[in-house]
């Protein structure tokens, strides 16, 4: 666990990019326009659900200084989910148009990785744990031993109390997830759970992709999250060209900034 004491340390964080290479291109463009940026952060669903997952990896492949996190979709593509007796997912029924539509898309992403995109995920962490000044924080995609749901309030809040047992010099305590697509800042007392929403398919009606910058100096913590606009029009074109598994339920959801199978026949 990397302890960060001299100097103040940010971390600029994307997540659930899934197969967006316009967002992601314009999210990468948007760090490098800052400062002293330390890591860059991801916090995981890089590639299935979008219509190119190949360029995603090549683009993630080839940062520097960059903490890779596992995302559930990720898990997908390792456990090769579309191989089990009628798979499920988060809970779906598997005879549901959606959830056999998604495992489709799982299994052609998978393709389009190859033996690269297996090894780089293999190689990608579940959490990351820093110590920096007066703050002790974890990054994840969801929650440990449970990558499908981030933490409720009182379940970070349980967190907080055990690691505040093993940290006793921390004074403020930070979560930081992915997954949900949604912006999140909720705190209490000395406990704040973050989510910076989603890089590349938000749900909150927002088109725009999101980037976090998290910078922690004593007990002083900064979260900054910008929404941008990118190359939209050529986004959904690229969606129109490839036609992946489950393209129509992806465009709608891309066009309307949340999850709108209703519009799907």
Known sequence: MPDHNSKPITFAIITDIHGNIHALNKALEIIEGQESIDNIICLGDNFSLGAAPYQVLETLSSLENTILIRGNHDRYLMERIWEYDRPAIEGMDPDDPVCIGIVANERWTAEQLGEAGKNFIRNMRMSYYVRAHDVYLELTHAWFGRDEAPPSLEEA????????????????????????????????????????????????????????????????????????????????KLLDEVKPPFYKNLRATLLYAGIRNDLVE
């Open 157 to 236: 809040r349980k967190w907080r109390n055990h690691e505040q047992q093993k940290h006793a010099e921390a004074k403020r305590f930070i979560f930081v997830h992915g997954h949900t697509h949604l912006p999140r800042d909720e705190q209490f007392g000395n406990l704040r759970v973050l989510c910076p929403g989603s890089t590349g398919l938000p749900f909150d009606e927002d088109k725009r992709g999101a980037v976090a910058f998290l910078t922690i100096e004593g007990d002083s913590v900064k979260w900054d999250v910008k929404r941008f606009d990118y190359d939209f029009e050529n986004a959904v």
